[in-house]
């Protein structure tokens, strides 16, 4: 029969298994015993609805059989089992549920701990065998298959004999080398050591000489006496695929009123390579009473909190739920509404606690709780904006809101914030310098949400929210403004004939005592920032439809030499006057991070000038 072969990119990690030099070779035996475990959740959750199954809860078990003289060690469950298709599908794509993208980390990283890391789970099975026969009979079928493949060079599947539904996985270990000593894994005593350490907590029976080896008691059920943050950890990195620890683990037992449950959540360090994609799947494992219902239950996690991960357990939901009619379960909702609660509060004692784990928890997730706030017309703003922090001007470093407003000074009216791309484009803004100066912190905003976040906010512990670029800053007092006002009214024909010369380019021209070194800035009025206008200029760029223009305010400081430059051509050459107001216009551009509208005539004018 001709051999199959696998495909391009299994093929070379194959390769890397088998030749691999790596550490922790026993960890196969961890992989194919929760293959098992997988496969028996799946029948005994089909049992839960479907009465032909004819196997109860506690008819499930994993049984592992040594044989020393055909040198051989042989997992088999009595779960779902696989058809022939299946076997192909399953066994023939290398680490198919894709934790990873297998190119580019084959290129550079061949003596990783790839194993490890994504989880290849069954094929680790080729560290320590020359030969991996895999026999199933699949629930429902009649007939079974064997799958056979000696590593690297493909695989056959062939028909053959089984009495009962599951699996055999038959591993037919190397002989020993020099360097490894594989018949070590034929002793009794060397497989108990591993199951107990590794698998320890697979909630059926894995019987090895006809005894239960593992205590079958899931982590997450276990007091914290039994199951240090380093187990936990390890079983979160396991589980979901991720190398580096969480920043926090929480274990919850919630009691009383409506449902009784159990929960362990883990808060991720890192963003998952595919969590802006649809492929990354939110939610919650859900298990009832040992069984597991549903491997993502999303009904369970707010959007808003979609990046955490973990497990929930509970007796009290009934088993027979299906997974359709679970978004609407009464119990499954109360659970998700207590768990809201719960995370806000791990979330926010993070951040008063451990604010530098908080931090790294908030700069791969603080945008998924940006969005929070905006959607649903700001419907769990409270929940969520005491988690919020900002780039602190004066602190050089993220602060809460609340951080902010407790450092306000009786003076201080408002909380003030300016939007831009980066920290070093927002310290460059004109604007700045004048609530500096005044002794006012500035909260910088780099996100294209940030804008939305705040005037959905509006205010925090009271005090409102006010952009530095907004024309009214309460920092002005009445007599500078009055001062202003005056010196405006005198200037009308210079203001005028700028505002004639720039056209349509500006809504107006004003005079403006917040500039301090700089010559001019551009502000806004009517609703509409510069900084919406940006975002909605990138919005059009990808999805069409027309841009937004904010309505543009050219400021000008009266006391910077520029001004008396404008006031002096203006008399004598007003020709000059109009280019250099042009130029102060393109100027102000550049200094909002805007584009020059017309950039040749912006090079011409300033050698002209020169
Ligand atoms: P993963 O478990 O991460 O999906 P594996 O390579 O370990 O990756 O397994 C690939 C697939 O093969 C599994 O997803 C499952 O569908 C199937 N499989 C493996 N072992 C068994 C088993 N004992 N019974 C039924 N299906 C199995």
Request: glycine share 6%; with cysteine; net charge negative.
């Amino acid at each position: 029969m001709a051999k199959r072969q696998f495909k391009a990119e299994s093929k070379r990690l194959m390769d890397l298994m088998i030749h691999s030099i790596y550490t922790n070779r026993e960890i196969f035996l961890r992989e194919i015993i929760s293959n098992a475990s997988d496969a028996i959740d799946k029948l005994a959750y089909k049992a839960l609805t479907d009465d032909k199954v004819g196997l109860n809860r506690e008819d499930f078990k994993i049984t592992v059989v040594i044989d020393k003289e055909r040198r051989t060690i042989t997992v088999s469950d009595n779960g779902i089992g696989m058809t022939k298709d299946e076997l192909a599908d399953n066994l023939g794509v290398i680490a198919k549920s894709g934790s990873m993208d297998f190119k580019s980390v084959l290129d550079e990283a061949a003596e990783v701990d790839i194993i490890g890391q994504f989880g290849v789970g069954f094929y680790s099975a080729f560290m320590v065998a020359e030969k991996v026969m895999v026999l199933s009979l699949a629930y429902g079928e009649d007939t079974a298959h064997q799958w056979v493949s000696t590593g690297a060079d493909g695989y056959t599947i062939t028909l053959s004999e089984k009495a009962t539904v599951g699996t055999d996985i038959v591993i037919q270990l190397r002989p020993d080398t020099e360097g490894e000593d594989y018949s070590a894994y034929l002793e009794s005593h060397t497989l108990r050591r591993m199951i107990k350490k590794y698998s320890d907590y697979i909630r059926y029976p894995i019987e090895l000489d006809g005894e239960t080896v593992n205590s079958m008691v899931p982590i997450w059920q276990r007091p914290k006496s039994e199951a240090s943050d380093e187990d936990c950890f390890a079983f979160y990195r396991e589980k979901f695929f991720d190398m580096e620890d969480p920043v926090s683990v929480q274990r919850i037992s919630a009691e009383g009123t409506g449902v009784s449950y159990r929960a362990m959540l883990f808060y991720p360090a890192q963003v998952p390579y595919n969590y802006f994609t649809k492929e990354y799947q939110a939610g919650l494992a859900l298990y009832s009473a040992g069984v597991l219902i549903m491997e993502h239950c999303d009904a369970l996690l707010p959007e808003h909190f979609r990046f955490v991960r973990g497990v929930v357990d509970s007796a009290d939901l009934s088993l027979n739920i299906s997974r359709e009619t679970l978004q609407q379960d009464r119990q499954v909702k109360t659970i998700a509404a207590s768990l809201e609660k719960k995370i806000k509060s791990e979330l926010a004692r993070l951040k008063d606690k451990e604010p530098e784990q908080y931090q790294t928890l908030y700069e791969s997730f603080g945008i998924q709780l940006k969005y929070g706030i905006v959607q649903n017309f700001g419907a769990k703003k409270d929940l969520l904006s005491d988690l919020l922090l900002f780039y602190s001007a004066k602190q050089e470093k993220l602060i809460s809101l609340q951080g902010y407003v407790t450092n306000m000074g009786a003076d201080q009216q408002y909380i003030y914030y300016a939007c831009g791309e980066n920290k070093a484009k927002i310290a460059a803004r004109p604007q700045l310098e004048q609530v500096l100066d005044a002794g006012f912190d500035v909260l910088y905003m780099t996100d294209e949400v940030d804008e939305f976040v705040v005037s959905m906010l509006a205010s925090y512990m009271e005090k409102e929210f006010r952009s530095v670029y907004d024309d009214n800053l309460g920092i002005e007092s009445q007599e500078q403004q009055k001062e202003t006002e005056k010196l405006q009214e005198a200037e009308k024909p210079l203001l005028d004939f700028i505002s004639e010369a720039l056209g349509d380019k500006i809504a107006a021209v004003k005079l403006s005592h917040k500039l301090k070194s700089h010559p001019v800035c551009l502000g806004t009025q009517g609703g509409i920032s510069l900084e919406m206008e940006k975002y909605f200029a990138n919005l059009s760029k990808q999805q069409g439809g027309e841009p937004v223009r904010a309505e543009r305010v050219l400021e000008l400081n009266p006391d910077h030499p520029a001004f008396r430059r404008l006031q002096a051509t203006f008399e004598t050459d007003p020709e000059k006057c109009k280019k250099y107001a042009s130029l102060l216009y393109y100027q102000a551009l550049l200094m909002a991070d805007l584009p020059v509208e017309n950039l040749p005539e912006y090079v011409e004018l300033t050698w002209e000038l020169l």
